[in-house]
Structure formats: structure tokens, C-alpha cells
């Protein structure tokens, strides 16, 4: 299982850690060496200790998928993952330079500069996009500068790569992200829009361009669904010396609904290096925010409400899903053959199907649970690593099975939940072990059989002789 620590010195896969670089919200930064690797290298390791929020698991795992398939110069080049069976970890090129952070203290920047760093976080974000992945995280401490020019985008734990599952977006149903550069469509719980960076960016330049934050940094959800309706004071209201084209330019990015923005950052990228064939409409020439009574019916009107449409894709597919309700602690052998007999027959004869295996991790009713077992252990990446041992025999490769752990009280309604914020097709379950609890209270397999939205498969297995004698 995962060790809750590293330190200085530890050789982990032949790689030495050394310094501490980074220790953030979600994961920790070491420096690392290895003796077939002489450049620079940088271990990533996603936060295991006590109370941690559980997205920081899922976020590590976002991005061992998703890093290893990135090229080019625009990404740090991925070196070796491993997952939670021992010590998790992304070791990767070392960035040289700075990230943008540092440009904080020096607000607001030349207007030349504004439109230079633009240019080239929206060569970052083109390149990002045609490999299938929208970052969603765009911000300055995610962007760094190599010396020879190029920008870098890193930190992919919360992007959404088109051929992958979207492990964030079956789990949680808050949005993440920061606050300050959030699109409203992901806010809303779109997270496969490709312009949803470029809202970021947009973001940004303002912030470089004025000093301030378009709409401010609110810390809750209320807060930041006000962006929805509530329109950002225009750049030249706040600096006087901005031309109308980048105002013009920031203001699209900026746009509520997606469609209004520019059509891919190649295109953006484009407008910040030639200015003057920026075509102007009344964005460049808006002297201040619009009237209360315009934003009252944005609010309130149905008929002024944005709507976000998510692409075709997202919304009719051809391969169903499949949820397999796995109890690791009360499962019997038998009864966990007896599913993965009955997975295979379902693969069998749909093959485009996915597979998500569930284990809902039931929290008490009063009182605090512990994130840690007596060994310093993460009880979710513990149960994470099982259900993966649990479904080895499928021999099912990456994208058509993932794994997720449910924090809940309730195990029915979790797994119902789910079910119905992913639009499962199927879910096979194994019938309760006929308990004194589960008669007294119901058993979780009848709540779903009796309350889902879907088809419901319940698998009994017979039990050989011998385990009927002992």
C-alpha cells in the first residue's frame, strides 16, 4: 500500500529523492535523480496524510493517464508513473525557469507584454488541444517560460482528455477548479468544452492587463455562478492606456456562452500577435458594465439565461456502461467470481462497453472516520488498489475499466447516485450475504434492484459442497 511519506534521500524505482519543492493542496514536489536519467527531474506525489480530500486521489490518477500521452515542447516530458500499489508517483522533466506567479508583484504589465504572454499561452493551449486534452486549470503557477521562449502548461490533474473516462466528473459533483478562472460552462459541470481555456486566459490578460480579477476570487459556489449574468468592468474603464483591440480581444474570451468566444486558441493566438486586424464591435469601445436592469433579466428572465450544450458526443454514445458493485469486505470468493463471470459474458456480447467498478466506503453516522489506517495507510487508496486486484482477471486495458471508491453513509444511495449522474445502462450487483442487518434494515442489493434507473443484474452464486460444510 502507499507509504505516507517521503524523505530526503528515499531511492524509490532507482530514483533518489532529494529537495522538497513544492508542498501544495493536492500533491508534493520533489527533486529526484536517477542514473540513466542526467537532466533534471521532478517526482510528483499525490497528498495521503489524514482528512485529505479524496480528489486529490482521483486528480494523481487523472494524470498518470493523461501526462504519458502528451508531446512537445509545450508539456514536461513524463518520465515513469506508478500507481497506489506501493508508492505512487509522476517523475518528470524539470521545467527550468519560473512559473508566471511571479509576474503578481509586477501588475499591471506593458500592454506589449500582455499581448506577448497571450500569444504564447495560447500556442500552449492549442498544442494541449489537438492532443485531446482541455487543461481546465489554466492560471499562472500552472504556466512556466523555458529559457528558449516556449511556454510550458502543467499540473493535468484536473483536465479531460476526449478518449479517456473522466474520472473527476463521475466522482464529484462540485466543480473544480480556481476560482478566479473558472469558465461558467465548468462551473456548471461542463468539463469537455475546449473553450473553456481560453475563458481562462482571458482571465489572466485581464488580470495582467488591469491589476485585478474580473470577478474577483469567490470562495463558493453562489459566488461563482454570479459570473453568469454578472459582467466584468471593461479594461479601459480600469486603465486608460488599453487599446480597444485588447479589449476587444479580452472581452471575447471572457464571452458567458462558449459559442461567442473565439473558435480554438490557434485562432486567438492570431488576433494577440496582429492587433490591427482585430475586427472591433462594441466590445472595444464598452465604457462600463451594463445596467442593472439588463443584468436583473440575465438573472432572472429564461429567456436571457445562458445555455451551455455539450457536445453531441457527451450526450449519445454507443458504448454502455457497466457499474459493478464490488463489497470488498464481506464478499465472498465465490461471489466475486460469480460477478467477473458476469461482466465477461456482458463484454462479450457488447464490446464497446465500459466498465466502472464501485466500492462505496460507508462513513459513520456520528462521529469522525479516519482517513489513515493503524499503519499510516490511506483507507481509499486501499480500497482503490483492491478493487483493482479485484478486476485484474478481466484483463480489461486502460479507458474501458476505472475504479472508483464512494465516501457515503449510505451505501444504496451512493451507488444510485452514480448511476444516475453517469447514465449507467447496467448495473450488476451481488446479492447481500443475508445478514441480521441487512434483513432489519434492507439490504443495499434490493434498494438498488428497486430504485434504479437502469437495468439491474443480480448475481447469486452457488456455493460448492465443501464450503456449504464448513
Not at 529537495?19 to 517526482?43: Q, R
Not at 511571479?102 to 497571450?118: F, R, S, T, Y
Not at 489537438?130 to 504556466?143: A, E
Not at 457515503?408 to 441480521?436: C, E, M, Q
Request: aromatic share 6%; glycine share 6%; proline share 9%.
Amino acid at each position: 500500500m502507499a507509504r505516507p511519506r517521503l524523505a530526503h534521500g528515499a531511492v524509490v524505482d532507482g530514483f533518489t529523492v532529494g529537495a522538497l519543492l513544492h508542498n501544495g493542496g493536492m500533491a508534493i514536489l520533489w527533486s529526484v535523480t536517477h542514473p540513466d536519467h542526467p537532466e533534471p527531474l521532478l517526482m510528483k506525489v499525490p497528498r495521503l496524510f489524514e482528512g485529505e480530500d479524496p480528489a486529490a486521489i482521483v486528480s494523481f490518477e487523472m494524470e498518470t493517464m493523461i501526462l504519458p500521452r502528451l508531446h512537445g515542447p509545450h508539456v514536461p516530458r513524463c518520465i515513469a508513473t506508478a500507481d497506489f500499489e506501493h508508492q505512487p508517483y509522476i517523475v518528470m522533466e524539470h521545467v527550468p525557469g519560473s512559473s508566471f506567479l511571479q509576474k503578481l508583484g509586477q501588475l499591471p504589465l506593458p500592454i506589449d507584454e500582455v499581448a506577448e504572454i497571450g500569444a504564447k499561452v495560447a500556442d500552449a493551449i492549442d498544442a494541449l488541444h489537438r492532443q485531446h486534452v482541455v487543461h481546465l486549470d489554466i492560471k499562472p503557477s500552472n504556466i512556466l517560460l523555458r529559457p528558449s521562449g516556449e511556454v510550458v502548461l502543467i499540473d493535468f490533474g484536473l483536465s479531460r482528455h476526449d478518449q479517456l473516462p473522466d474520472l473527476m466528473e463521475e466522482e464529484f459533483r462540485l466543480p473544480y477548479g480556481t476560482a478566479p478562472y473558472m469558465a461558467p460552462e465548468q462551473i456548471m459541470g461542463i468539463r469537455s468544452e475546449p473553450r473553456s481555456d481560453l475563458f481562462a486566459l482571458g482571465a489572466m490578460l485581464y488580470f495582467f492587463t488591469t491589476g485585478t480579477r474580473p470577478f474577483g476570487d469567490p470562495q463558493r459556489l453562489s459566488g461563482l455562478k454570479r459570473r453568469l449574468w454578472w459582467d466584468p468592468v471593461p479594461p479601459r474603464r480600469l486603465r486608460k492606456d488599453c487599446p480597444p483591440w485588447l479589449q476587444e480581444v479580452i472581452l471575447r474570451c471572457l464571452e458567458v456562452e462558449p459559442q461567442r468566444r473565439h473558435a480554438s486558441a490557434a485562432q486567438l493566438a492570431l488576433d494577440l500577435r496582429h492587433p490591427a486586424q482585430v475586427p472591433l464591435t462594441g466590445r472595444a469601445d464598452k465604457p462600463a458594465q451594463d445596467p442593472w436592469s439588463r443584468r436583473m433579466r440575465r438573472r432572472f428572465n429564461p429567456d436571457y439565461q445562458p445555455r451551455f450544450n455539450r457536445p453531441v458526443a457527451e450526450e449519445v454514445s454507443a458504448a454502455p456502461i457497466v457499474a459493478v458493485a464490488v463489497d470488498l469486505a464481506e464478499q465472498k470468493p465465490h461471489v466475486a467470481e460469480a460477478l467477473r463471470t458476469t461482466i465477461g459474458h456482458i463484454l462479450a456480447t457488447v464490446p464497446g462497453a465500459r466498465v466502472a467498478c464501485l466500492n462505496v466506503w460507508q462513513q459513520k453516522l456520528l462521529g469522525l472516520d479516519t482517513t489513515l489506517d493503524a499503519h499510516g495507510h490511506n483507507k481509499h487508496v486501499q480500497r482503490l488498489v483492491e478493487l483493482k486486484h479485484w478486476a485484474a482477471p478481466l484483463r480489461l486495458p486502460e479507458g474501458r475499466v476505472t475504479f472508483h471508491v464512494l465516501e457515503a453513509t449510505n451505501a444504496a444511495d451512493a451507488l444510485l447516485d452514480y448511476a444516475r449522474v453517469n447514465n449507467v445502462d447496467h448495473i450488476v450487483i451481488g446479492a447481500s450475504a443475508g445478514t441480521t442487518r441487512s434483513k432489519l434494515l434492507g439490504s443495499t442489493c434490493s434498494a438498488v434492484a428497486g430504485q434504479a434507473p437502469c437495468t439491474v443484474t443480480v448475481v447469486r452464486a452457488r456455493q460448492r459442497v465443501e464450503e456449504l460444510a464448513a
